[in-house]
C-alpha cells in the first residue's frame, strides 16, 4: 500500500480508503462488514471515511465495533454532517456542527476525528458561522482537520478568502472514469490550495469493474440488484452503449497487468491531486484485488484510450 500526503494537514493517508455509506450502514449483514472493515486494515488500509447520515448512526456504531481495541493511531478516521438526522437536524448550523461531532464520537467511541467533513454545502446557514464553528471544532481537539464534499468552486474560494479559521485540507468529490466534472474547476483550484481529492465511487458504481455485460441479466449479488444498495444509483451508466464501451476497456487493462477495477482504480491516482480513492465491499475479497492498484503505473498511452473509448460513448470528456 501507498500512502499520500492529505492536503496541508501533514496527515499521511493510504492511497485506498475503506468506505463505510453501504458496507457498514446496513447494506451488508454486520458480521460480514466487519470482516471487510478487518480485511481492509489487514491489507494496509489506514484510512476510514464514514458520515453521521450512514444508516442514521448505523455505519459509526459498527464502523466502533470493528476498530474497538485498536491504537487509535493505527488508523485515520474521517466522517462527516450535513444531511437530516432527525426532523429538526440538519445543515452546518454552529449548534448543529457542535451537537453532531458530539454524537459522532459518541458512536465511534473515539476522543477525535481525523477529518471532519461538510457533507454538502448549506445555502440556509452563513459561510462566516460554518467555519468559525468547524475551527471551534479543531480547537476543541475534537477533530484534526476539516473537509468538504461535493462543494462549488466558488464557495470553496470564498471559505479559503477567510481569516481566523481552519483551512479545508480535503474535498470529497464523486470522480471517475465515467464522471470527470471535478476536472473542470474543482481539482484546479485544490491543487493550487493545499487540498486534497479523497474520491468517492472511483469505480463508477460498481460498472467499472464490467460486472454488468450489455445485454445480460444484472448479477443478483450486486449492488443495481440489491433494493438496500442501489440508492442513488446512476441508471444511464447501465445503457447498453455505457456498457459495451466498459467492456472495450478490459483489454487495456490486460496489457496493464490489472483487473478492470484495478485499472480504473489506477486511473483516478495517476492525478496527483487524488489523495485516496474510497472503496467498498460487500465481501472481504473484493478488498483484496482493490488494493492491487495502488501503486501501479500505468502507460499514459492505455488511460488516453480508455477515455477516447467512454467519450465515443457519449460520457463527458474532461473540461466539458
Known sequence: MKFRKLGDSGIEVSEIAFGSWL??????????????????????????DTANVYGRGVAETVLAEALGGLPRDSYVLATKLFF???????GLSRVQIHKQIDASLARLKVDHVDLYQCHRYDEATPLEETMQALTEVVRSGKARCIGFSEWPADKIEAA?????????????????????D?????????????????????????????????????????????DTMNVA????????????????????????????????????LREPNVAAAIIGASRPEQIDENVGASGREVPAALFSEAEKILAQAGLAQAGT
Open 23 to 48: 458496507t457498514t450502514s446496513g447494506g451488508v449483514q454486520k458480521d460480514q462488514a466487519i470482516a471487510c472493515v478487518h480485511r481492509a486494515l489487514d491489507v494496509g488500509i489506514t484510512f476510514i
Open 84 to 90: 437530516p438526522m432527525s426532523d429538526t437536524d440538519r
Open 160 to 180: 479559503l478568502a477567510m481569516t481566523g479559521v481552519a483551512k479545508f485540507v480535503s474535498s470529497q468529490p464523486q470522480y471517475s472514469l465515467l464522471h470527470r
Open 182 to 226: 471535478p476536472e473542470q474547476a474543482v481539482i484546479p483550484l485544490c491543487a493550487r490550495s493545499g487540498i486534497s481529492q479523497i474520491v468517492w465511487s472511483p469505480l463508477g458504481q460498481g460498472v467499472l469493474t464490467g460486472k454488468y455485460a450489455p445485454g445480460a441479466a444484472v448479477p443478483s449479488d450486486s449492488r443495481a440488484a440489491s
Open 233 to 268: 444509483f446512476r441508471k444511464q451508466w447501465m445503457e447498453p452503449q455505457v456498457l459495451e464501451a466498459v467492456q472495450k476497456l478490459t483489454p487495456l487493462a490486460r496489457q496493464a497487468g490489472l483487473s478492470l477495477a484495478q485499472f480504473a482504480l489506477a486511473w483516478v
